[in-house]
């Protein structure tokens, strides 16, 4: 797989063409009395083997977005583009493709499982015997080693059996044998713990250099986009206020309230107590 | 106020006891924040309930005094005795602010009835007028509008339910005020709100000391005058939150701190390791040090004998590393890419 996705990425001329983008996407959600706007005309583009992420606080329309480039909710007025084809109203068979290429990761690992099934069991569920040359055995194992995990540790495992470092990477390796192109990441390591958290960005990390994923990184924390990604959006109130690459929004920030976000997170040695003893 | 030896163990099942907090002992200063560490399932959670002495079957608190001020309570027997020893002890002598405590407004009430209902419970011929003007009185020393008192849940943003929580459960002057997470759930503004709350309350005397239970040290550092490390059950380095930041001793407090992420340009570089391995089976720990088998550190008597606990002036640590190397700052696992 890795001489493929890296054939597929090469295939993209460099960085005018974007793998997916969402151009002057809007969404509206009626309410009493008239409807709020949740996304509000944004456009972006994921080029391959990038990382970027969308920053935000609660209610910024983050999440919203995220949904709306998966295809699970539809948009109010805009435009959805996958490789070139404009893909915000495709149905069916078409569909289905578009949701094998794009995979995505939430926030609460322990949702997203069957209590009742062994990860084995999970990741066997409806997927064909034989892929090419290689058994299913064989694509769980090695869908398994790209998250750090060997099948020993997992495919005979309930879900309760797994820490939630664990359960997070059983669900990348999940989205990864499906042979994704994007992989959409919605808060997925906001419930872990700070050194989990810091192997699962390794995982991704890892996955855009040796796969060449195109992974878009949604959090409310400065600090995790700033380890993990290559490019940052900040939105605010459904408008994205500001973008560009990592390290010009973080060390360089343009707009007011990237610097408030910025001047709100609680740095571990600048921000220490000051002391009277 | 210092807690001793408090050990707490869950029933199991199985009939094996699983000690999740084991011989811990935690000392908190006249008027300073403590900060209390580790990752999930270490133990942070039990202790703190153990100390504001909600511990309910199947968490027993086997042994473990509490001392406030002249006054010392056996924790270990208090379980058995009735209700009308704890009513005056929690939320006037210990008060305790659980995890998700946000969540615990009432959505059919107003704000006022719950601070109503709290003040009553423990003093019966409390009038509905008493209750809200201390409430008030409480809000406009912390800058506070009083108008929430007149609001219901719903009405309120994340943030404000958090510090309404707070200011409710100190509404009593508790001595002490055991914080279990209280910032996790909120975005970062909302944070600093809440941790500046905390510090005005402590500068006014509100409560004359707080146990902070958090995994995230950004905002321990903030907000802590000490910090504890917990690590399966047990405290594993203990001191001023400037030293164990600046000079950590104990390879699990260094590998924490270097999994920190904030934005800055050293993060931007650095590629951290991450701890490997999981946290142990509190029912089956390693033997000798419990961290031994994530450690990078780890000597051959690491796994047989349990490591000293080491006091260095201010600073105390329980690692065989930290005993062959005094003074040396635990190296991080980072590195630069």
């Known amino acids: ?277 | 106020m210092r807690a001793s030896n408090i050990t707490a163990v869950y029933a199991a099942d199985s009939g094996q006891d699983v000690p999740a907090v084991d011989n811990v002992t935690l000392e908190v200063p006249e008027g300073q924040i403590l900060g209390l560490a580790g990752e999930s399932g270490c133990g942070k959670t039990t202790l703190g309930n153990a100390v504001a002495m909600i511990a309910t079957p199947p968490l027993y608190v086997v042994t473990g005094s509490m001392q406030i001020d002249d006054q010392t309570i056996d924790l270990a027997t208090l379980a058995k005795d009735s209700n009308n020893i704890h009513r005056p002890y929690r939320g006037a002598t210990v008060s305790l602010l659980p995890q998700g405590a946000m969540n615990a407004i009432s959505p059919t009430l107003r704000i006022r009835d719950l601070v109503h209902d709290v003040m009553a419970a423990h003093d019966k011929g409390v009038t509905k007028a008493e209750a809200m003007d201390r409430a008030t009185d409480r809000l406009k020393m912390l800058s506070m509008p009083s108008r929430v008192l007149d609001s219901y849940a719903h009405q309120l943003s994340g943030g404000m339910k958090q510090r309404m929580v707070t200011v409710i459960s100190t509404l009593l002057d508790p001595k002490l005020l055991i914080a279990d997470e209280p910032t996790s759930a909120l975005d970062v503004s909302s944070q600093k709100e809440l941790i500046e709350m905390l510090l005005q309350m402590i500068e006014m005397k509100i409560m004359r000391g707080v146990i902070f239970i958090t995994h995230d040290l950004p905002v321990l550092s903030m907000v802590t005058d000490r910090l504890a490390i917990m690590y399966a059950g047990k405290i594993v380095e203990n001191g001023r939150t400037e030293d164990l930041v600046h000079s950590a001793r104990h390879p699990y407090t260094s590998a924490l701190l270097a999994a920190v992420l904030d934005p800055t340009k050293e993060t931007r570089t650095k590629h951290v390791l991450g701890i490997p391995g999981s946290p142990p089976n509190l029912g089956n720990p390693p033997s000798g040090c419990r961290f031994h088998p994530r450690c990078a550190f780890a000597m051959p008597e690491c796994s047989t004998k349990e490591p000293p606990f080491l006091l260095e002036g201010n600073h105390q640590v329980a690692c065989w590393w930290a005993e062959k190397n005094p003074g040396v700052t635990v190296p991080m696992e980072v590195s630069v890419v």
């Open chain 1, 1 to 277: 797989m890795t001489a493929t996705t890296a054939q597929n990425a090469a295939a993209v001329p460099g960085e005018d063409a974007p793998v997916l983008s969402a151009i002057n996407v809007v969404k509206q959600f009626k309410v009493a009395g008239g409807h709020i706007t949740a996304v509000d005309d944004v456009s972006v583009d994921f080029h391959a083997g990038k990382v970027l992420a969308v920053v935000g606080e609660s209610g910024s329309g983050k999440s919203t977005l995220a949904r709306m480039l998966l295809r699970l909710m539809p948009v109010t007025s805009g435009t959805i583009k996958y490789l070139g084809k404009d893909v915000t109203h495709i149905r069916g068979a078409e569909l289905r493709a578009y949701w094998r290429d794009v995979q995505a990761v939430f926030q609460d690992p322990f949702a997203s499982f069957n209590q009742f099934y062994t990860v084995g069991a999970m990741l066997r569920r409806r997927m064909p015997a034989k892929q090419g040359d290689e058994t299913l055995d064989e694509l769980i194992e090695r869908c398994l080693s790209y998250v750090g995990l060997k099948p020993d540790d997992a495919v005979n495992k309930h879900p309760h059996q797994l820490s939630g470092g664990q359960r997070q990477r059983v669900m990348i390796a999940r989205a990864l044998m499906m042979n994704p192109k994007v992989l959409l990441a919605d808060e997925a390591t906001s419930m872990l713990d700070a050194s989990l958290r810091v192997s699962a960005l390794n995982v991704l990390q890892d996955l855009r250099d040796r796969l060449g994923l195109t992974v878009l990184f949604i959090t409310h924390d400065i600090g995790q986009a700033c380890y993990l990604a290559d490019e940052v959006i900040v939105m605010e109130n459904g408008l994205v206020v500001e973008r560009g690459i990592t390290d010009d929004v973080i060390f360089n920030p343009q707009n007011e309230y990237t610097k408030r976000l910025l001047a709100d997170v609680p740095d571990l040695k600048g921000s220490l107590k000051k002391r009277n003893d």
